[in-house]
């Protein structure tokens, strides 16, 4: 089982819909989590971090749900421009350097006219 | 700041050639990490280093060599390129020192060739 599983989509939506994506992660004993969008052909970037009570930033709203270990990122009001792949994101706290990162495989969406 | 800057952009190499990737950042980050991306396959770390001075393996070392002089710079080392090495090559830097913190800012990338 692969430490974080995503949903590789790819999710084909209106402009101005709502969209969501799930992410699962098997380490429980995982402490922080993010969201990263990636533009084809570029870098991830940092979308925003995932806290415990959940966090909204404008139109996208993240949940954590640590009994089920599973993240999920809400995209409100779809803009063309939201068009990348969605990277989930874990610190999964195994061996080794406490501060590494495990990166799930991504979610594609692209939003159409 | 520049932030975390990559070079060369592109590189075709022919198998059995070596090559360093650069890698830079401003940020006076401590920690730094190299990742490869494959379709389907997400990003895999390599290598990793959380100072000057010291770096540890990732998933994925075999066949990559790195080291960390300086805490601005973590150049990844291919001994001896090889096909299966065809990949996207990020570098990421991050303060590392809180929760928030483990939050990583990458860099352009390097697109590799290997024939």
């Known amino acids: 089982r692969k430490e974080v599983e995503q949903d590789p989509g790819p999710f084909n939506v209106p402009e101005g819909a709502t969209v969501a994506f799930n992410c699962t992660y098997s380490?429980?004993?995982?402490?922080?989590f993010f969201w990263y969008r990636q533009d084809c052909r570029k870098e991830p970037k940092l979308l925003m971090s995932?806290?415990?009570s959940g966090n909204e930033d404008g139109r996208f709203t993240a949940q954590l749900n640590r009994a089920s270990q599973y993240i999920s990122l809400l995209i409100r009001d779809s803009k063309l421009s939201d068009s990348a792949t969605y990277l989930c994101?874990?610190?999964?706290?195994?061996?080794?350097?406490?501060?590494?990162?495990?990166f799930g495989s991504g979610t594609q969406l692209t939003v159409l006219p | 700041n520049a932030g975390v800057t990559q070079t060369p952009k592109f590189q075709v190499l022919k198998t059995g050639q070596s090559m360093t990737l650069q890698c830079a950042q401003d940020?006076?980050?401590?920690?730094m990490s190299w990742y490869r991306q494959d379709p389907g396959m997400g990003l895999r770390l390599i290598h990793y280093?959380?100072?000057?001075?010291?770096?540890d393996q990732g998933e994925v070392p075999n066949g990559y060599n790195v080291s960390r002089s300086t805490t601005e710079d973590f150049p990844l080392r291919l001994l001896s390129a090889a096909p299966s090495q065809t990949s996207v090559y990020f570098c990421?830097?991050?303060?590392?020192?809180?929760?928030?913190?483990?939050?990583?800012?990458f860099g352009p990338g390097t697109r590799l060739l290997v024939l």
């Open positions: 990421a830097s991050s303060t590392g020192t809180t929760s928030g913190g483990l939050a990583q800012y």
């Open positions: 380490n429980s004993a995982s402490q922080s």
């Open positions: 995932v806290y415990s």
């Open positions: 994101v874990v610190n999964p706290r195994t061996s080794g350097s406490a501060r590494q990162l495990t």
């Open positions: 940020m006076n980050h401590e920690y």
């Open positions: 280093s959380v100072g000057a001075g010291i770096t």
